[in-house]
């Protein structure tokens, strides 16, 4: 396993792609070996070195000890889309780890426009902090 981030594989990144088109239990069994290696490995690399950061940073957040990463199974009991995974790799930081105390740290963004994206990721590469860092390396 990965202990430093450095960024999703092009392998990951397709994989997901890949999945969004491909939503089936065959289809993930088969390949669930490349979910393991190019998705999950590093993401939770990255979910490491983000919680290195709050703690160095003091901010008082950290994932959930016991699930740090969410699952890939999506839950369909009540939802009209009845896709069993999800297309994305996530996590949530909780105040102390506690998933139970209200607050959460989360970023992300969804289809920035050109400008935008140029301007993000800008911005993140001539970061210092911890977060910067980490996001520089996916951007």
């Known amino acids: 396993m990965k202990t430093q981030f450095e960024g999703f594989p092009t392998a990951g990144l397709s994989f997901l792609r890949d999945l969004a088109k491909n939503n089936g239990r065959t289809w993930f069994l088969e390949r669930k070996d490349i979910y393991h290696e190019q998705v999950e490995e590093p993401m939770r ?78 911005r993140i590469a001539a970061s210092n902090d911890f977060a910067g860092t980490a996001c520089a390396r996916i951007c």
């Open 45 to 122: 690399a990255l979910i490491a070195d983000v919680a290195a950061g709050c703690a160095a940073a003091k901010l008082g957040f950290a994932p959930n000890p016991r699930q740090p990463m969410f699952r890939i199974y999506r839950d369909v009991r009540f939802s009209k889309d009845k896709s069993p995974y999800k297309t994305a790799a996530t996590s949530a930081f909780y105040p102390d780890g506690d998933k139970a105390r209200p607050g959460v740290l989360a970023s992300g963004f969804y289809h920035p426009e050109r400008d935008a994206l140029v301007a993000i990721r800008a």
